[in-house]
C-alpha cells in the first residue's frame, strides 16, 4: 500500500476518506496523490437500487481550487509534507490544478495500490456512486469505502466476508497487507451465502500461513440477509475493517450490484476494503 489514490469532492464523507487515507500511509509510508473529480455529465439518471443515489450538477474551475486547498491543507496541518511517488516516507501531492471526470479514477488508479473513497450516499452532500464504480470495475485495484464517521484505527480486528468465490480470494490477497499488521482476523461465512468454493476455515488456515491471526465462524442467518448479518458481525466483534469482494448480477454493472454488496454500500458503518 505505498501508493494511494484520493478522488476529492465536496462531500461529506471527504473528512473521513483523508483521515483513513493518512491512516494508511502511516503504517506503510505511503505517497498519497489527490485529484478533484467531476461528473462527466450535468446530470445522471439513478439505476442502481444501492441507495436512489444522489445525483450531481456542474463542477466548475472555482470547486476544484477549493477542494485542492483543503486537501493541501489537511495534509499541511499533519505536518506532511509535499512530494511525489519517489519520496521516502508519508508524503502528498495534488499534481492536476483542474477537475478530472469519473473515468479517471479508474485509469490513474491502476498504477496506485489503493483507491479511497467515501461511501456513497441518497442525499445530495454525500458521495457519488460514479467514482466507486470507476474505481471498482475500471482499476483492478483495491478500493478503501470509508463512512462518514471518520476512522481511528484500521488494524485492530478485520472481518473478511467469505464466501468462497474467486472475487473473494482475489480481495484476500489484495488485503494481506493489512490482513498481516491485524490484532485479529475473522473470516466469516454465512450459512447458505456460498459459490461452492473452500470453506471459511480453509480460508483461515491459508492466512494463517501468511502470518494472519485468523480465526473462522459461521453463522446461520435465520430472517436476515447476508448483508445484515455481515455488518451486524462486524458491529458485535468490534471490527474496525471488513473486506469484502464486489460483484455484480447484471453486465450494466449500475444496474445490480450483488444483494449483500448492495446492503452493505448502503449501509456500513465501518470501512470497506472492496475489490472486484
Avoid at 499541511?76 to 495534488?94: F, K
Wanted: net charge negative; aromatic share 6%; glycine share 8%.
Amino acid at each position: 500500500m505505498k501508493t494511494i489514490l484520493v478522488p476529492t469532492e465536496d462531500h461529506d464523507s471527504m473528512p473521513a476518506a483523508l483521515e483513513a487515507a493518512r491512516l494508511m500511509a502511516g503504517i506503510f509510508d505511503s505517497y498519497v496523490e489527490g485529484v478533484a473529480v467531476r461528473p462527466a455529465a450535468e446530470i445522471y439518471v439513478t439505476v442502481e437500487p444501492v441507495s436512489g443515489l444522489a445525483m450531481s450538477s456542474g463542477y466548475d474551475t472555482d470547486t476544484a481550487q477549493q477542494v485542492g486547498a483543503q486537501f493541501e491543507a489537511f495534509w499541511q496541518g499533519h505536518n506532511v509534507a509535499r512530494g511525489d511517488a519517489d519520496s521516502a516516507g508519508v508524503s502528498w501531492n495534488w499534481p492536476k490544478p483542474e477537475a478530472v471526470d469519473d473515468a479517471y479514477i479508474g485509469s490513474r488508479g491502476r498504477v496506485f495500490d489503493l483507491i479511497v473513497l467515501g461511501r456513497p450516499g441518497s442525499k445530495p452532500q454525500n458521495p457519488r456512486m460514479p467514482p466507486l464504480e470507476a474505481a471498482l470495475f475500471e482499476s483492478g485495484r483495491p478500493v478503501l469505502i470509508v463512512p462518514r464517521t471518520p476512522p481511528t484505527n484500521l488494524t485492530r480486528h478485520a472481518l473478511i466476508a467469505w464466501n468462497g468465490s474467486p472475487e473473494q480470494a482475489h480481495t484476500n490477497a489484495f488485503a494481506l497487507p493489512v490482513l498481516r499488521l491485524a490484532e485479529q482476523v475473522t473470516v466469516l461465512t454465512v450459512e447458505g451465502n456460498v459459490s461452492g468454493g473452500p470453506p471459511g476455515e480453509e480460508a483461515a488456515k491459508h492466512l494463517r500461513r501468511h502470518g494472519v491471526k485468523a480465526s473462522a465462524i459461521t453463522v446461520k442467518p435465520g430472517e436476515r440477509t447476508p448483508g445484515e448479518v455481515i455488518l451486524e458481525q462486524a458491529a458485535s466483534l468490534g471490527c474496525d475493517l471488513l473486506v469484502k469482494s464486489a460483484y455484480t448480477q447484471s453486465r450494466l454493472r449500475q444496474m445490480i450490484f450483488g444483494g449483500a454488496t448492495r446492503h452493505i454500500l448502503a449501509n456500513a458503518t465501518l470501512p470497506v476494503l472492496m475489490a472486484h
